[in-house]
């Protein structure tokens, strides 16, 4: 004996379950064959055989199990568009919904079959193979039609099998349907709802476009429309003017607005489109919710409403090759109109005013005045809220920051906030400041009626230039007696740059027409910022002081703070208030002389810091003699240095002045201040300005701590600026040379003895 | 004979289908079209279980049922064509050249300018292509 193939085998099984009609053995069979074509991934086979065991269950009466399986089913063939394959399958779902007195369920497969997408009339009235409703045709798509909504107002009885009972749609049985977003219904009643703007002002109305659709083979008259947002005051009804017993319709909707359509037929594959207006009075987001659609007094249907941007294809209908309206006329409504609209805050009728005096300093407290003026409403509740953003992004200074600040982070920092009458009796301080934070601040603003204003001031710091951005927010209620309305709001913002007032930069020199030879230059190692300063000696301090910022500043004093004892080096001034302040426009620089004598030998002498006191010149003069307790203080530190004795000192000394043709003496002296012997080479280049009479050139040895003077006679030739004869001194033991400065070599020349009256008057006195 | 024509498309969704049968199996037949797609799916995912060329379009016989032969062509485009006939001794080189000529039929008809890609083909002419080349089938294989 061969053993069987598999399709001898499987055709001896069919055989043998066609000749004994068994159909629990024929669902047994089916079962295993889903079973592996489930396994084998055969999606559509598997639900084929799915499909052959709900018949069987069918025609042995086990209603629910087949209802159950054909759910299932109905999804793929929906999905897929196989219409026909459909129609069989509601058409078994009718049935068994109808013996299960299943009478929802029974009506929703029933509007279905009626709006699938059949369109044609040719059948074979005596085809047996489309299930229980018959060959797919238009008329019996019309039928089917009848049938449900003859159950659904109650006009015919459906014959429940189950309990051998009819059913009649009444008060006590009322009937509701509901269509999702994904229901297969959505081709029985599909509400698409568009708002004709996209924001609106609380109060402000504004148009909203309701537009209705049903594939059903039969217009359908509806009896009343329930539109519901998200916002429930803005419900409202649409009733069919045609209809009279549109008042009979009991709901619980009493006080809500109704309007009345002419009529509210809805015709098949036909836009039935409705605009009203629509106005609310909450901000927020206003959404059209569901649509209720109300056919007799005991059937609604529930249709989740949907924006038509984002309105999905109708399964099986998409498929058709048919002419497609758009659901509104207007087309852009009709392709990006949404079913909710933003209701902005309230337009806030106050004003709300930074009042900016200019960029701040560095090291100033910036004075901001805040001012609240009502132009139409009353202020009740209100707020102040204050922040501080860093317009560059970095250094967010923002309260969400969760690190503590330390004074060397906070660049720019919410001092304080104050105003006027803060003594008063009626608000504390404490009750009115909320919250201060070197970034935020909250206050409370006291209630004003119309028309009255108050204002506060804000007290900031900077502490590095930076800019910033100052965000003030007010909010508050119009009303005090309505107080479920939202809050009105105003905002406003001001960027304020952070600026330097002055720059300090100092410059040491030595003293005039006197040369110190300091060994530390003559290294290899010299270090240019290493400044070396002679022992004992008058050295020359500069400071200047440029004002950096926009606005005019007054200079109030400067000084130079030595750290430590006063003995280590002598400043002569020390510090010098200036009577009358010294006004400074943008870009003026100050300069300011300091005699510096270093009493110590002192490789890095800390010379301590400049201070530079100063103010903003924008008071009033009357309020000059206040200025003392409202300045700013800014520092800087001098540089380290280096203080040695130089072994030689080389000085020049003549007149302050000439006449021409009188002699005069110039002298060069140089000094050892050593204890050893130097010996020094000098030369005296002639000039063409004077005869001088001296020694041109010689080396000449200098005893330890003693001076040897060069004398020379010099008659000028010339009147006006002159350059005296160059002098060069040079140095055997050190290799180093001196010679003058142009500068400190010029004297000027009169062309006659000068008289000076006013000296002269003052001699006479 | 050729008992069912159907053209699929790649949303597994029926654009076309037409039956040449008298008897009462139209139901039955779009079961039997439908359940081919789950061979013609098997054949596009796993070509080395296909024909040996794997740029083939047509794809042969799908599946044998016990009074039915079905066959599959896929196009460039993902769209399927199915052909259920009762011939149980077909020749592949007829069933190829019905294909062939089914193709053009179906791109000519899909030349339309009124006629929307994915939509269903409700044109006429189509439809009497289609009957022309079912008949031709039929009366060369008998021949």
Excluded at chain 1, 488 to 495: F, I, N, P, R, Y
Excluded at chain 1, 725 to 749: E, M, N
Aim: glycine share 4%; aromatic share 10%; proline share 6%.
């Amino acid at each position: 004996m061969q053993p069987l193939t598999d399709d001898e085998y499987a055709r001896y099984m069919l055989a043998e379950g066609k000749r004994f009609q068994d159909s629990f053995e024929i669902i047994a069979l089916f079962k295993r064959a889903f079973e592996a074509y489930s396994n084998l991934k055969s999606e559509r086979t598997a639900a084929y055989c799915r499909f052959q065991m709900a018949r069987e269950y069918f025609s042995v009466c086990e209603f629910h199990n087949a209802k159950e399986i054909f759910d299932k089913i109905a999804n793929l063939y929906r999905q897929e568009g196989w219409i026909l394959s459909l129609w069989e399958i509601l058409g078994y779902l009718r049935e068994c919904t109808r013996e299960i007195s299943c009478v929802k369920d029974f009506i929703e497969y029933s509007l279905e079959m009626a709006a699938l997408p059949i369109t044609s009339n040719a059948f074979d009235p005596s085809s047996k193979d489309y299930g229980p409703a018959g060959p797919a045709s238009l008329s019996q798509r019309a039928k089917i039609h009848k049938e449900a909504f003859g159950v659904v107002n109650g006009e015919s009885e459906l014959s429940l099998k189950e309990d051998n009972s009819g059913y009649k749609v009444n008060s006590h049985l009322p009937l509701y349907l509901e269509i999702d977003l994904v229901s297969p219904l959505r081709v029985v009643l599909l509400a698409l709802v568009a708002f004709h703007e996209q924001t609106v002002k609380p109060g402000v109305s504004s148009l909203i476009t309701f537009s209705l659709r049903s594939r059903l083979p039969i217009n359908i008259e509806i009896d009343q429309l329930e539109v519901q947002f998200n916002q429930s005051e803005c419900n409202f009804i649409i009733e069919n003017g045609q209809k009279s017993n549109a008042s009979t319709i009991p709901c619980c909707l009493s006080g809500r607005r109704v309007e009345t359509a002419p009529a509210l037929v809805l015709a098949t594959n036909k836009w039935m489109r409705l605009t009203y207006e629509i106005t609310s009075g909450q901000t927020g987001k206003l959404e059209c919710t569901y649509i209720i659609a109300r056919m007799g007094p005991q059937f609604s249907i529930c249709c989740r409403a949907e924006s038509p941007a984002s309105m999905t294809d109708l399964p099986l209908w998409k498929f058709e090759d048919q002419v497609e309206t758009i659901p509104l006329k207007d087309p852009s409504l009709a392709f990006s109109g949404q079913k909710a609209i933003q209701v902005e805050e309230p337009e806030p009728q106050v004003d709300l005013s930074l009042c900016s005096c200019g960029p701040a300093l560095v090291g100033e407290n910036y004075i901001l005045p805040v001012k609240v003026a009502s132009k139409g409403h009353a202020v009740y509740s209100g707020e102040l809220k204050i922040n501080l953003v860093d317009t560059r992004g970095s250094d967010l200074l923002s309260p969400r920051e969760v690190e503590p600040f330390s004074a060397d982070n906070l660049h720019v920092e919410l001092m304080d906030i104050y105003w006027d009458g803060l003594d008063d009796h009626s608000d504390s301080r404490s009750d009115k400041i909320q919250k201060i934070q070197p970034s935020f601040g909250l206050i409370s603003v006291p209630s004003l009626v119309e028309g009255e204003s108050w204002s506060c001031k804000l007290k900031i710091m900077w502490n590095r230039p930076k800019p910033i951005m100052l965000y003030v927010s007010l909010s508050y209620y119009p009303h005090n007696d309505e107080p479920s309305l939202q809050k009105a709001h105003v905002h406003k913002s001001l960027e304020i740059e952070g600026k330097i007032a002055f720059t300090i930069s100092p410059r040491f020199m030595m003293p005039f027409r006197k040369d110190p030879l300091l060994l530390s230059k003559l290294k290899a190692a010299y270090d240019p910022e290493h400044i070396p300063l002679a022992l004992n000696e008058s050295n020359m301090l500069i400071v200047s002081a440029k004002n950096c910022s926009e606005v005019p500043l007054r200079l109030l004093s400067i000084s130079i703070e030595l750290r430590g004892n006063n003995d280590t080096c002598i400043v002569h001034p020390h510090h010098e208030e200036f009577t009358e302040p010294i006004i400074h426009v943008p870009g003026e620089e100050f300069k300011k002389v300091f005699t510096v004598i270093p009493k110590v030998n002192n490789s890095q002498l800390n010379m301590g810091m400049v201070c530079l006191r100063w103010q903003r010149d924008s008071r009033p003069p009357d309020e000059v003699h206040s200025w003392a307790t409202v300045s700013q203080v800014t520092k800087l530190k001098l540089p380290d240095v280096n203080v040695e004795l130089p072994p030689l000192l080389v000085s020049l000394e003549f007149p302050p002045h000439a006449i021409l043709g009188n002699p005069f003496v110039f002298y060069v002296k140089v000094h050892n201040q050593t204890e050893l012997l130097q010996e020094i080479k000098f030369t005296l280049a002639d000039s063409q300005s004077f005869v001088s009479s001296g020694p041109h050139s010689d080396t000449i040895y200098i005893l330890p701590r003693s001076a040897h003077v060069l004398r020379y006679m010099l008659v000028p030739l010339c009147s006006g600026s002159q350059q005296l004869p160059r002098v060069s001194v040079t140095s055997v033991r050190y290799s180093a040379g001196f010679q003058p400065s142009a500068v400190s070599s010029v004297i000027f020349v009169y062309p006659a003895k000068p008289t000076f009256k006013v000296n002269e008057k003052k001699e006479r006195q | 004979m050729i008992v069912c024509v159907a053209v699929v498309g790649h949303q597994n969704n029926p654009l076309y289908i037409q039956s040449f049968t008298d008897a009462d199996d139209e139901l039955k037949l779009h079961h039997i079209v439908h359940c081919s797609l789950d061979v013609v799916d098997e054949r596009v995912n796993n070509p080395k279980k296909a024909a040996p060329t794997l740029n083939e379009t047509f794809l042969g016989l799908l599946y044998p049922t016990e009074n039915y032969k079905v066959y599959g062509y896929l196009t460039n485009t993902k769209v399927k064509f199915i052909l259920v006939t009762t011939d149980l001794d077909v020749r592949d080189a007829d069933v190829r050249n019905f294909f062939r000529r089914f193709h053009t039929a179906y791109v000519d008809a899909v030349s339309n300018p009124f006629h929307v890609p994915g939509k269903k083909i409700t044109s006429k002419i189509f439809a009497e292509r289609v009957s022309t080349i079912v008949k031709s089938f039929g009366t060369s294989a008998a021949g």
